[in-house]
Nanobody, 120 residues
């Protein structure tokens, strides 16, 4: 039911910043836990950050102190603010939504992904 569209990726130098956006439509955004994953070429997809409907957040150890996940329930959008970017942050970043309130696919609903490249 919910549909996710990601934006904000691009090329940035080490130490730079990007903000990714995940715009949701077609459902009640406030009922969903939102998560950001990333996948680099040849590597497994990893969970980067999550935020509950109540606003509680969790971050992977590799991005703590650098990344922040937020949500705007009026705009139906989740964000991933990425600061102090490193080359190892280079990956395709995916937005994911999950809830137990309404029926969703196992594993949640996924966006199409947006490429983040950190390079000099």
């Amino acid at each position: 039911q919910v549909q996710l569209v990601e934006s904000g990726g691009g090329l940035v130098q080490p130490g730079g910043s990007l903000r990714l956006s995940c715009a949701a439509s077609g459902s009640r955004f406030s009922l969903y836990a939102m998560r950001w994953y990333r996948q680099a070429p040849g590597k497994q997809r990893e969970l980067v950050a999550s935020i509950t409907p109540g606003g509680s957040t969790n971050l992977a150890d590799s991005v703590k102190g650098r990344f922040t996940i937020t949500r705007d329930n009026v705009q139906n959008t989740a964000y991933l603010q990425m600061n102090s970017l490193k080359p190892e942050d280079t990956a395709v970043y995916y937005c994911n939504a999950w809830t137990s309130i309404v029926q969703v696919p196992v594993g949640g609903v996924w966006g199409q992904g947006t490429q983040v490249t950190v390079s000099s």
